[in-house]
């Protein structure tokens, strides 16, 4: 049986509610304090399921070199699709409920059996470059009427080409790791002189992220056709942003210091194959886009976001956005090619962002600049009176992402981030 579909059950009890059900099969990398080394897991539920234990019992064999018992997703990704398939078919039988080998064998389950509670998780991937688009159409329409003007919001190529730039792959961290405020230039609208100082003016961005799954050759491209078949999976994003310095800096060449103090992903790697079901239209193109980016079928997916601000003041988080990925202008697969096209190759580990989400209401905007109108309508939190026109020292940031179908949902967990404080005068 495939393994997403909907009437496969684990012999592991895994609550509705869960973003990890036996049709979802997530991939990360993990370890525990009992065994430190970093090795590829399976999120079942509330557990791990330790790939580098059933690859040594001879349970998974990928690859004829043993591939999980590495730090990193890198080289299982880089066996390609086809592995990438097979592999969660195995873990999907050994899982089942009507399927003997793992469940009747306790010492087996004992060895191979993680609680998530007791999973320290890494950062999936070793990162060979990131690069951050700008595809949704709402997002860029609502920046462009706060910075240029609402009646020509779009600049005139957005329509055109997926919009992006290459950011930093050093500074890519998982889920939990705390975000430094950082320094830099910046001239406020009332300074004379551009001045040093701590940023002012944090934000997050809610995006989704793809993982390239195959290396090409320097002056080749991917054809819009192909590039689906080259994406391992997806995680959630969150492009930290210094407004404040992003605006002083970004002409002509685009952000520089205002995104490259941090970026988080989430620790599970959520399969474009589990994704499948989840398979949408995305939105009427017009323009018609030239040939090369032009395609047919359905190819957005409908992914529910959310993000939640937890403060200080606040004893409940608030969720100050709630939206989806499918109203996406420009497709993954149209990102990929579109990068290609010039000749730029693509290394396993690559990490694509889709650009900051945000729907058309106005609580449906994935980023405080567009919740708070650049500080003119501040956010209101739980309490009633705590407000957030940008992010301050101690608040922590979480991202969701789920898609819910008919017979389960299948979620990408969460991606969260505490603010610290500056240090000055460094
Ligand atoms: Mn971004």
């Known amino acids: 049986m495939h393994p997403n579909t909907p009437a496969l059950k684990s012999f592991i009890p895994v609550d509705p509610s869960s973003d990890f059900p036996i049709q979802n099969l997530p991939f990360g990398i993990f370890s525990t304090r009992q065994s430190p080394e970093l090795r590829v897991g399976v999120a079942i539920g509330e557990w791990v399921l330790d790939l580098a234990q059933l690859e040594k019992m001879g349970l998974l064999t990928p690859c004829s070199q043993p591939v999980f018992n590495k730090p990193a997703l890198n080289d299982f990704i880089a066996l390609g699709q086809s592995v990438w398939r097979s592999t969660r078919a195995q873990i999907s039988l050994l899982l089942r409920d009507d399927h003997a080998r793992l469940r009747d064998d306790a010492e087996l389950r004992a060895s191979a059996l993680i609680p998530m509670h007791e999973a320290i998780m890494h950062?999936?991937?070793?990162?060979?470059?990131?690069?951050?688009?700008?595809?949704?159409?709402?997002?860029?329409?609502?920046?462009?009427?706060?910075?240029?003007?609402?009646?020509?919001?779009?600049?005139?190529?957005?329509?055109?080409?997926?919009?992006?730039?290459?950011?930093?792959?050093?500074?890519?961290?998982?889920?939990?790791?705390?975000?430094?405020?950082?320094m830099g230039q910046m001239k406020p609208p009332s300074a004379e002189q551009p001045l040093f100082a701590?940023?002012?003016?944090l934000d997050f961005e809610l995006?989704?992220?793809?993982?390239?799954?195959?290396?090409?050759?320097?002056?080749?491209?991917?054809?819009?056709?192909?590039?689906?078949?080259?994406?391992?999976?997806?995680?959630?994003?969150?492009?930290?942003?210094?407004?404040?310095?992003?605006?002083?800096?970004?002409?002509?060449?685009?952000?520089?210091?205002?995104?490259?103090?941090?970026?988080?992903?989430?620790?599970?790697?959520?399969?474009?194959?589990?994704?499948?079901?989840?398979?949408?239209?995305g939105p009427?193109?017009?323009?018609?886009?030239?040939?090369?980016?032009?395609?047919?079928?359905?190819?957005?997916?409908?992914?529910?976001?959310?993000?939640?601000?937890q403060t200080a003041e606040c004893e409940q988080p608030t969720t100050i956005c709630n939206t989806n990925y499918r109203a996406m202008y420009w497709s993954m697969a149209q990102q990929l090619a579109h990068h290609t096209?010039?000749?730029?190759?693509?290394?396993?580990?690559?990490?694509?962002?889709?650009?900051?989400?945000?729907?058309?209401?106005?609580?449906?905007?994935?980023?405080?600049?567009?919740?708070?109108?650049?500080?003119?309508?501040?956010?209101?939190?739980?309490?009633?009176?705590?407000?957030r026109s940008?992010?301050?020292?101690?608040?922590?940031?979480?991202?969701?992402?789920?898609?819910?179908?008919?017979?389960?949902r299948c979620g990408f967990g969460a991606v969260s981030g505490r603010i610290i404080p500056a240090l000055i005068g460094s």
């Open 390 to 408: 940008f992010l301050e020292d101690g608040d922590v940031v979480i991202l969701r992402g789920t898609c819910i179908g008919a017979h389960y």
């Open 198 to 201: 701590a940023c002012a003016k």
């Open 284 to 309: 009427k193109q017009e323009p018609e886009p030239l040939p090369y980016l032009r395609q047919s079928g359905d190819h957005s997916f409908d992914i529910q976001l959310a993000v939640e601000l």
């Open 207 to 281: 995006e989704t992220a793809f993982i390239v799954g195959a290396n090409t050759a320097l002056g080749e491209s991917v054809s819009v056709n192909d590039a689906e078949e080259m994406m391992f999976g997806m995680v959630l994003l969150n492009d930290w942003s210094a407004r404040d310095i992003q605006q002083w800096e970004y002409v002509p060449l685009g952000p520089f210091n205002a995104k490259t103090f941090a970026t988080s992903i989430s620790p599970w790697v959520v399969t474009m194959e589990a994704l499948e079901p989840f398979r949408v239209p």
């Open 123 to 182: 950062l999936p991937i070793m990162v060979s470059g990131y690069t951050d688009f700008y595809s949704s159409k709402e997002h860029a329409t609502n920046v462009g009427s706060m910075f240029r003007d609402p009646a020509n919001a779009l600049l005139p190529n957005w329509l055109h080409l997926p919009v992006g730039y290459n950011g930093r792959a050093s500074s890519v961290v998982v889920s939990g790791t705390e975000i430094r405020r950082p």
């Open 341 to 387: 096209i010039s000749g730029c190759n693509l290394r396993v580990g690559d990490l694509m962002a889709s650009g900051t989400i945000s729907g058309t209401q106005p609580d449906s905007f994935g980023s405080l600049l567009e919740l708070s109108w650049n500080g003119q309508r501040p956010v209101t939190l739980s309490d009633g009176q705590t407000k």
